[in-house]
């Protein structure tokens, strides 16, 4: 079974410096790779998604996320900041296996923007 | 505009009662989720459907149970059986794809506390 590790819970960035939230994944193939972000209060929205082909994945709201398979990782990077990108966020993992669409989440890195 | 929509947004409960969560979809989505998030712990699948009538048990099913008679609807029963209800409970939808996995959309949740 696949699993997916955040080792961050909580980071504080200020306000217009570069981000990386980290995630590791277990799987004993190339798994099909996302990032959401929740609002409090609020649903999870999709960043970005890696299925194959190029290694590096651009998202939605300047977000990227960088697939390496020797390190089993899929971390999430932004150059800048803004305010308005302090929300929690989620790492998951689904397989290549029709009829288990299944995706397992990470627990989430808290992200605090400091002016 | 096509989405999720979960209702109500608060729900309260008392003990020994058992309250149905709603989970509606114009999306024309085959597969949809059931989601349990509690604080530190990330996202936990309850259930989920690939297709009417039919429905799997996720991680965490006991104390819940679904539906699945319309494409668009996959509401979430909370029993008495289930002793720690309190969570943040949140729906999803997803197109089924023999060649990808795609990506879940997820409704705004429902806060379900106990009085």
């Known amino acids: 079974a696949q699993s997916v590790t955040q080792p961050d819970i909580h980071i504080t960035v200020s306000e217009g410096a570069s981000l990386e939230l980290r995630c590791n994944y277990s799987y004993g193939a190339t798994p099909y790779l996302f990032w959401y972000v929740q609002s409090p209060g609020q649903g999870l929205q999709l960043l970005l998604k890696y299925f194959s082909g190029d290694t590096l994945v651009q998202g939605i709201k300047g977000f990227e996320a960088e697939f390496k398979r020797s390190q089993s990782s899929f971390n999430l990077r932004k150059p800048s900041v803004h305010w308005s990108d302090a929300a929690e966020y989620f790492c998951?993992?689904?397989?290549?296996?029709?009829?288990?669409?299944?995706?397992?989440f990470g627990t989430g890195t808290r992200l605090t923007i400091i002016p | 505009d096509g989405g999720i929509t979960q209702s109500p947004k608060y729900l309260f409960r008392k003990e020994g009662q058992n309250v149905t969560l709603s989970c509606e979809q114009n999306l024309n989505h085959d597969a949809m989720y059931w989601y349990r998030q509690d604080p530190g712990q990330g996202l936990r699948l309850i259930y989920y459907?690939?297709?009417?009538?039919?429905?799997q048990k996720g991680d965490i099913a006991e104390g819940y149970s679904v539906s699945r008679e319309k494409k668009e609807s996959f509401p979430l029963t909370v029993t008495s059986a289930q002793k720690n209800p309190t969570a943040f409970y949140l729906c999803?939808?997803?197109?089924?794809?023999?060649?990808?996995?795609?990506?879940?959309?997820f409704g705004d949740g429902t806060r379900l506390s106990i009085l």
């Open positions: 998951a993992v689904g397989t290549p296996d029709f009829g288990n669409e299944k995706l397992t």
């Open positions: 459907s690939q297709i009417v009538n039919d429905f």
């Open positions: 999803a939808s997803s197109i089924r794809d023999r060649h990808s996995n795609q990506p879940q959309h």
